[in-house]
């Protein structure tokens, strides 16, 4: 898979998700750059003739300075859902970061589960208005810490 077919399918599966995310991914050449950067993972599926390629999950995510990585953006495309992607697009990230933080809407009670089953904590609690949507938004500041951490 080249990365303008990675690109087109990650712009998918973010229409795809609009009502679920707060996307920071609004245009192709972002989606791009941060591919580029190695700040998306995907998990790319190889389609039943094999010449067919496509996206079925991506997390976006930055590591910060201050040792902190943030997770902006995770989904998976509605066809893939419930087979265990989501789970290990997170467990690849757990695999290098040591603190991972998010924030995820009190309404998304799915991600709710993946997040708690993660090992993730609620460490606080946001309201912010939501543009797109035409009003306040409620989300929870979810964190994961390495246990053998050292920070
Ligand atoms: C959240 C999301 C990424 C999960 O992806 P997924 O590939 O379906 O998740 P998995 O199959 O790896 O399931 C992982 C865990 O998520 C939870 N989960 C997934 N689907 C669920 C469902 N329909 N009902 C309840 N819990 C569910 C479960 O805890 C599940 O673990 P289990 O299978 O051991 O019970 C996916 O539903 C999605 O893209 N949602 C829209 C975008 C979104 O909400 N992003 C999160 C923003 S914070």
């Not at 996307?23 to 941060?34: A, G, H, M, Y």
């Not at 290990?88 to 009670?109: D, P, Y």
């Not at 993730?120 to 979810?142: A, C, D, H, P, Q």
Request: with cysteine.
């Amino acid at each position: 898979m080249n990365l303008t077919e990675a690109v087109e399918g990650i712009v998918e599966i973010v229409r795809a998700n609009r009502d679920a995310l707060t996307t920071v991914l609004t245009n192709r050449s972002l989606v791009l750059k941060e591919l580029a950067a190695g700040r998306i993972f995907t998990i790319p599926e190889e389609h039943w003739n094999s010449r067919v390629f496509f996206i079925s999950g991506f997390v976006h995510f930055r590591e910060k300075k201050d040792g902190v990585c943030s997770l902006y953006e995770i989904a998976v495309y509605p066809w893939f859902r419930g087979q265990g992607f989501g789970k290990i697009l997170v467990e690849r990230l757990q695999e290098r970061e040591t603190i991972i933080r998010l924030k995820c809407s009190v309404r998304n009670k799915i991600a709710q589960k993946l997040w708690k089953d993660c090992g993730f904590k609620e460490v606080g609690i946001e309201t912010k208005w939501n543009r797109r949507k035409g009003r306040e938004s409620t989300y929870k500041v979810l964190e994961w810490r390495r246990k053998n951490g050292n920070v």
